[in-house]
């Protein structure tokens, strides 16, 4: 018996489209391999996100406690 892409019966799942000129496994490894990289590409740019959240809380509470002591500053002098 003979397929419809020439392959025989015999053979007949063994290379899936391999008669089409492309690999099912080969494919398939491609796109798991999509998949990882766009995973890692999420991962990299939440990290970078939380790194830039961080520094601007950060950035915000040197700001506040330099605003203290200013404020701090300005009372001490105007009680003299």
Same mark, same amino acid.
């Not at 506040?64 to 001490?76: F, N």
């Given at each position: ?30 796109? %798991?391999?999509? !998949? ?5 590409? &999420?991962? #990299?740019?939440? @990290? ?10 950060? %950035?915000?509470? !040197? ?5 203290? &002591?200013? #404020?701090?500053? @300005? ?6």
């Amino acid at each position: 018996m003979t397929l419809t892409n020439g392959a025989s019966s015999g053979n007949a799942g063994v290379n899936p489209g391999g008669a089409f000129g492309f690999d099912a496994a080969n494919l398939s490894a491609s796109a %798991n391999m999509q !998949i990882l990289l766009q995973t890692n590409n &999420d991962l #990299i740019l939440s @990290i970078y996100k939380t790194i830039v959240d961080s520094t601007q809380e950060i %950035n915000r509470k !040197i700001v506040r406690e330099a605003l203290r &002591d200013d #404020i701090r500053d @300005i009372k001490l002098n105007q009680q003299r």
